[in-house]
């Protein structure tokens, strides 16, 4: 019979249509943005900055430049920080990414050596400006280990140890090499070993990720458009140095 | 308008044979056409091009007697990009090539640079390899039949019931490699990141509801007396023609050629899994759209044997450098049987950390090149869906 094709394939949307009202499965419509979807922990958007302790001496990052090098759309720009002399100082002056550049491929944070430089999970980044608001500058891109922690539990707690062990492995080497000094397994603040740097909080236990809430962003206002690092962090952005909300 | 229509393509210097239902404008006695032809650039904007895709068509009334594909709008230069960029930096603008499919281009990608330096993917790697390129596979056909449809004029309901299940294998990718379509996963000689805590489970239980889709589609469609009408003996391509132009994947096994490049090359651990290769036999749009359907249906049955059989172990070789990555000089060319056919990658490498070239082989392009043969003496409807059962992704055409 011409038709029952037809026939057979109503009956199948007449069922899906019925099940989108009863089944619970088939309820799928989510209300954004009241309400949102969890994130998976794996998920990524773009990259920034890790700190310990001090958002600006804190930084990580040791602006060798490989992450620069190897950024496929080359959207990293680098400063070193030069004293006064003209020393190098072993952290960034200038960290710039352009984030209408950057493609969230995270080959920065596989080439980094020093765990620096992490991604992110932050998707509302919306701006009436399409060139000044969306580079980002050092400041906007530090967070700290906390977060880190908070976005992805399992990946920070396995930095944080391989991190600890290597501080431990420099502490030991430097206290072979200056065994009479009994002041060398103290925190020296002279030192720019760039293993001593990232390990220097990252020996104090951060708070256990299962307690802190799981990633679930805060229903949004109109006032705060990139949510700004969460309050746990040690030492929290002074709100000047946050990004604009746009008008 | 124009007066008169060129020779077209294929068939002159002996590149197979020509299609025999090439149409002459109808001619009156004393030899002047009847009516004028119409010339018609379709795309590079109109909804139907999937893309950024332009067809010159040369129209007699109704039907085709010349088509002129026009591309390269979404050019974005990526092989030379490969040769200024370093090996690694080349892995997400594989990506980008066919956004659909990400799994398979970084597989071709990666299979490439193991062959130009040895280095050898681990089991449990392998058996990732396997998993995420069939379930790329499935959401490629599932998103091209949604297309095809859409195309031929059924509009919203088989392409949302696509995208709901596709929805299911992004989810996948996304909780694998922290993006859902440019997952940018895949590294020379394994993976980047291990399986997370029960992904297994899930991919099981995709697999495990997956069948119930394909059943609602077929129900929902493959009786469906337009949708016969509207395929059968449509866009009929040789299989003489088909090898000659080079066209591969599913497009050439409607045809009745058998040839799979997972049977042939035997490249990754297929051979260890028990799967058939669909073929057609008249090579219509009919044939190419149940291809796809058949093959998601092999799909499942190759997930079924990997899943639970995934061993344990090392994702990576433990020589790959992530840093300053050389390999010695040399060339390799790498294929694989991506969703859309085979897709290879050719390098030649002058010791330093990039490619001295970088060559992409897509499937798409080379599929779309017999478009006119297939198209001619059809109707300008019927034009729109043998360029839909080509599956393109202009992002693969272009580069």
């Known amino acids: 019979m011409l038709g029952k094709g037809l026939l057979k394939g109503l009956s199948e949307t007449a069922r899906n249509f019925v099940g989108s009202y009863t089944d619970e499965k088939r309820l799928v419509t989510v209300q954004y943005p009241e309400e949102r979807l969890p994130l998976k922990e794996n998920t990524r958007n773009f990259p920034f900055l890790v700190f310990d302790g001090d958002p600006v001496k804190g930084l990580r990052c040791v602006a060798c430049k490989i992450c620069e090098k190897e950024c496929p759309p080359q959207c990293i720009y680098i400063v070193l920080e030069r004293d006064e002399k003209g020393k190098p100082q072993k952290h960034p002056r200038i960290f710039d990414i352009d984030i209408s550049v950057c493609m969230s491929c995270q080959i920065c944070v596989e080439v980094c050596p020093f765990d620096a430089i992490k991604m992110d999970q932050v998707y509302e980044l919306s701006r009436f400006d399409r060139f000044d608001d969306l580079l980002l500058k050092k400041r906007d891109l530090a967070k ?12 920070a707690t396995e930095v944080d140890d391989r991190l600890t062990a290597e501080k431990a492995k420099a502490e030991a080497a430097k206290a072979k090499a200056a065994t009479p000094a009994p002041a060398a397994s103290a925190p020296s603040t002279k030192s720019v070993d760039p293993a001593a740097i990232p390990a220097k909080t990252a020996a104090a236990p951060a708070p256990a990720p299962s307690t802190s809430a799981p990633p679930q962003p805060a229903p949004a206002t109109a006032a705060s458009v990139i949510p700004p690092p969460k309050p746990v962090a040690p030492a929290p952005i002074p709100p000047e140095n946050l990004p604009k909300p746009s008008p | ?16 044979g020509t299609m025999t239902y090439h149409v002459e404008p109808k001619k009156a006695q ?5 009516g004028d032809l119409l010339e018609v650039s379709m795309g590079p904007h109109h909804p139907s091009t999937h893309g950024v895709f332009r067809m010159d068509v040369v129209l007699d009334g109704e039907q085709v007697v010349k088509l002129k594909p026009v591309f390269g709008y979404l050019h974005r230069n990526h092989e030379k990009i490969g040769e200024n960029t370093t090996y690694l930096g080349s892995m997400p603008y594989t990506d980008r090539l066919d956004y659909f499919s990400s799994m398979t281009n970084n597989w071709a990608y990666a299979l490439t640079i193991e062959k130009l330096t040895g280095l050898q993917a681990p089991e449990r790697a392998e058996y990732i390899r396997v998993i995420t390129a069939e379930l790329t596979r ?108 080079g066209v591969t994947g599913p497009m050439l096994r409607a045809t009745g050629v058998n040839y799979d490049l997972r049977k042939v090359d035997k490249y990754g651990i297929y051979e260890r899994f028990d799967f058939r290769v669909p073929l057609g036999e008249h090579g219509d ?115």
């Open chain 1, 144 to 155: 700290s280990n906390d977060y880190y922690h908070s976005i992805h539990p399992a990946e």
């Open chain 2, 1 to 16: 308008m124009i007066s008169e229509v060129k020779e077209h393509f294929h068939g002159e210097n002996g590149g197979g």
């Open chain 2, 30 to 34: 004393d030899g002047a056409p009847q």
């Open chain 2, 138 to 245: 499935l959401q490629n056909h599932t998103c091209l039949i949604g297309f095809l449809l859409q195309d031929m004029g059924a509009l919203g309901t088989p392409l949302m019931y696509a995208f709901r299940e596709r929805e299911r294998i992004l989810d996948l990718f996304e909780s694998l490699s922290g993006a859902r379509m440019m997952c940018n996963y895949m590294r020379f000689g394994g993976c980047r990141v291990d399986l997370p805590a029960g992904w297994i489970e899930e991919a099981l239980l995709v697999v495990e509801n997956y069948p119930r889709f394909l059943d609602e589609f077929e129900r929902l469609l493959n009786e469906n007396e337009i949708l016969i009408a509207r395929t059968r003996g449509v866009g009929v391509l040789k299989p003489d023609l088909a090898v000659n132009a």
């Open chain 2, 285 to 399: 749009v009919y044939d190419r759209y149940m291809i796809r359907v058949l093959e998601m249906r092999e799909s499942l049955k190759i997930l079924e044997q990997a899943l639970p059989n995934i061993p344990e172990g090392p994702i990576i070789d433990p020589k790959y450098k992530v840093r300053n990555f050389k390999p010695k000089a040399g060339e390799a060319y790498g294929r694989i049987e991506g969703p859309k056919g085979e897709l290879g990658f050719y390098v030649i490498s002058d010791g330093s950390t990039n490619p001295y070239r970088y060559r992409v082989r897509p499937p798409s392009l080379i599929n779309l090149t017999i478009l006119e043969d297939m198209c001619l003496g059809q109707t300008i409807a019927d034009a729109v869906i043998i360029l839909g059962s080509v599956d393109i992704v202009l992002g693969e055409v272009d580069r």
